[in-house]
């Protein structure tokens, strides 16, 4: 018993610890997958591998640098073995879960241990006071909580960071974060009971720990920082780069079905003189020649269209969508008046019906079979904007969130919504989308060039 009260301070940290691998085991979950089984063999084998090292480091001086630096094998290790998806998706999610719970918990605990010893040495006159160890269960305890409320926020605000991405942009990220936990727990090495930076006495004990934990307060905020950014920079650089791609090989398609449109114009045009040429290989039962002649002709034709919009561009690519939801059984109404004075370039139109028609398609094909799937469009000028809203069906166990809903890895999740905002803004509209009841609604409003008042009270 007297051997265990040794380590009663350890043990005393162990809920908090707890609660530190609920949270992670959370966050894996939602970004990875697990089953109920390997769930909870992650939580107990991490926490007897965090109790375990503890002690350890605590009986052997000599230990404490290889429990310090194993921490970090063994909950990659954890989360490799237990989680599932992408080898490189499960590294990166422990290298974020250890750079999170590392920092917030020393910087927290360095911070509450400047306060509490400012607060015993100025308000109760103690000249050298020393936290203790179960002052340092207090403040240890107290990081904890916070790098708590530190994972919960992250698995809000890295669903992007977790969508579709290759592996390389996962190790891409991982590698700095693991390089930022190793050089943080090197400089742990040189800290003892608190202490780091030392005054030969000349400054006595107090001066040495306030000191001391201001440097860990200030290390910790600066790799925090480096970590957000470096994490949320690469993200953003990466959507900018799919952004633009995708906006590229969209102009490069919609230039190909206007041409597409224009042959089939011509082709229309000289319908009567193909109808006379035709009349005559038949009068002379040269069926090769005819089937040969309606070849051509069929290569170069694109069906009767009977979305006509005022833009031949995007007569052309409504065409196109129309026909693949009639080959998927997806009910299309299609009302769209693109007027004459309209100034939005033809192919920012098809920028914006193209992303908005693809998403809607994709969330009519993953319903259930036999489930009504419809896509409704309406655009039309409204006093001096231009008005478009796209209602589709879509299965109601989905979820819509900051331009992102949980359709699975896709690779340009979430690229099409950017790229309308980005087409809708630099018009200077407002832009608007939600789901309920098993319906999205997707509302764009852009002003004329004409248009001086408030574009939110046009209509």
């Not at 992408?86 to 020393?106: H, Q």
Request: include cysteine; charge should be neutral; aromatic fraction near 12%.
């Amino acid at each position: 018993m007297k051997q265990l009260s040794v380590y009663a301070d350890i043990l005393s940290i162990v809920p908090f610890y707890m609660g530190v691998l609920w949270a992670a085991d959370k966050f894996c979950k939602k970004f990875l997958g697990v089953s109920k089984r390997k769930e909870q063999l992650f939580l107990i084998f991490a926490c007897c591998i965090w109790l375990f090292r503890n002690i350890l480091g605590r009986m052997y001086s000599g230990m404490y640098s290889f429990s310090l630096f194993s921490n970090s094998v063994f909950f990659v290790g954890l989360v490799l073995l237990l989680f599932r998806s992408e080898r490189e998706k499960r590294i990166l999610a422990a290298s974020i879960l250890m750079a999170a719970v590392r920092l917030v918990s020393e910087f927290c605990a360095s911070f509450l241990s400047c306060l509490a010893l400012f607060f015993m040495h100025t308000v109760k006159k103690i000249p050298e006071p020393v936290l203790g160890d179960w002052g340092d269960v207090l403040v240890s305890g107290a990081g904890y909580c916070f790098a708590i409320f530190a994972v919960y926020w992250l698995s809000k605000h890295l669903e992007p960071v977790f969508c579709g991405r290759r592996g390389n942009w996962y190790i891409i990220l991982a590698v700095p974060l693991l390089v930022i936990v190793t050089v943080y727990d090197a400089a742990s090495l040189s800290a003892s009971n608190g202490i780091m930076v030392r005054s030969a006495g000349g400054m006595g004990l107090y001066y040495d720990q306030i000191f001391s934990h201001c440097e860990f307060l200030v290390l910790s905020l600066l790799f925090m920082a480096a970590a957000g950014f470096y994490v949320f920079g690469m993200n953003r650089i990466y959507l900018e780069q799919e952004k633009n791609g995708r906006y590229h090989s969209q102009i490069a398609v919609y230039k190909m079905l206007a041409e597409q449109y224009r042959q089939s114009e011509r082709l229309r045009h000289d319908m009567k003189n193909h109808i006379i040429v035709l009349s005559a290989l038949s009068r002379n039962k040269e069926w090769e020649k005819i089937e040969n002649y309606l070849r051509n002709m069929e290569d170069i034709a694109l069906d009767a269209l009977e979305d006509v919009t005022g833009n031949k561009a995007v007569d052309a690519l409504l065409h196109q969508k129309r026909k693949r939801a009639e080959e998927e059984n997806i009910q299309w109404e299609c009302d769209v008046q693109i007027p004459g004075e309209c100034c939005i370039d033809e192919f920012d139109l098809c920028v914006l019906f193209g992303n908005i028609l693809d998403n809607a398609l994709e969330a009519c094909g993953r319903m259930q079979e036999g489930e009504c799937r419809f896509i409704n469009i309406q655009a039309k000028a409204v006093k001096k904007c231009f008005l478009i809203e796209v209602k589709n069906s879509m299965d109601r166990t989905e979820k819509f969130t900051e331009g992102f809903t949980n359709k699975g890895n896709s690779r340009e999740h979430g690229i099409g919504l950017l790229n309308t905002g980005d087409v809708v803004h630099g018009y200077n509209g407002v832009m608007n989308a939600e789901a309920k009841h098993g319906i999205f609604i997707m509302s764009i409003l852009m002003p004329f060039p004409d248009a001086a008042y408030d574009i939110k009270t046009s209509v």
